[in-house]
């Protein structure tokens, strides 16, 4: 309970805005970062399925190239989720540390 007292008077003091609209700015720009990920990812599990049924000219099972390359774009979404999330916080927090005078 104190903790929480205590990050919540951080982030006050820290940016300084009420300590709801941190964590509103923080679940919005998890939503559209998710959002956006997920959409570059379907787009990219089409062309997957377009580039792996031409693999079977290479005597190739399709089903066996679908799946290992569908995991390495899943994988690959995962970590473009996390990236552009806490890039995206780190940039919506910069121009507030910015803003304030140097002692």
């Known amino acids: 309970m104190e903790a929480d007292i205590f990050i919540t008077a951080f982030f006050v003091q820290a940016d300084g805005r009420a300590p709801g609209s941190l964590a509103r700015s923080a679940n919005y720009i998890t ?3 998710m959002d956006n990920a997920w959409s570059d990812h379907l787009q990219n599990m089409v062309n997957l399925q377009e580039n792996v ?7 190739l099972d399709p089903a066996d190239e679908y799946k290992i390359e569908s995991l390495a774009l899943f994988e690959g979404l995962l970590d473009k989720m996390r990236l552009n999330t806490i890039f995206s916080l780190w940039q919506s927090l ?3 540390a910015a803003a304030q ?3």
């Open 94 to 96: 910069s121009p507030a």
């Open 101 to 103: 005078p140097a002692n």
């Open 53 to 59: 049924y031409l693999r079977k000219y290479q005597n």
């Open 31 to 33: 939503l559209v970062s």
